[in-house]
C-alpha cells in the first residue's frame, strides 16, 4: 500500500485539488488541509481528506464520499464517520465500533 500526502500550501493547493480525485472533497480544500490517495498493487482504491479548520473529513471508495469527524489520539487518527456506527483510519480501513469494542470507547475518553 502507498499513501501519497499533501498538506495543502498556497504553493501546492491546484496540484493537491489535481490529486485528489473525490469530487466533493476537491471543492472543500483549503490551505492547510491534507488530502491523499490510498493505493493498493492494484490501483488507487480510495480518496480521504482531513479539513483541519474544522476537524471533519471525508474518505471515499467510488461514488459519494462518507464524511465525519477526526478522532486523534496519540499515534491513532480515526475517522468517525457521521453515521455514528463507522470508523475508518488512515489507510482506508473501516471497522465498525462495535468491532474495535472497548479500545473505540478509550479513545473518545481520551480526546475529550
Do not use: H, P
Request: glycine residues 12%; charged residues 30%; negative net charge.
Amino acid at each position: 500500500m502507498t499513501i501519497e500526502r499533501f498538506k495543502v500550501t498556497a504553493d501546492n493547493l491546484d496540484e493537491a485539488k489535481d490529486a485528489c480525485r473525490a469530487n466533493d472533497q476537491r471543492k472543500e480544500l483549503e490551505i492547510g488541509d491534507e488530502t491523499w490517495g490510498i493505493t493498493y498493487d492494484g490501483g488507487q482504491r480510495g480518496q480521504m481528506s482531513r479539513y483541519n479548520k474544522s476537524g471533519r473529513g471525508a474518505v471515499c471508495f467510488g461514488g459519494d464520499s462518507l464524511w465525519g469527524d477526526w478522532t486523534i489520539t496519540g499515534n491513532l487518527s480515526l475517522l468517525a464517520i457521521d453515521d455514528g456506527e463507522n470508523l475508518v483510519d488512515e489507510q482506508g480501513n473501516m471497522m465498525t465500533k462495535t468491532e474495535m469494542g472497548e479500545a473505540f470507547e478509550s479513545l473518545m475518553i481520551e480526546a475529550n
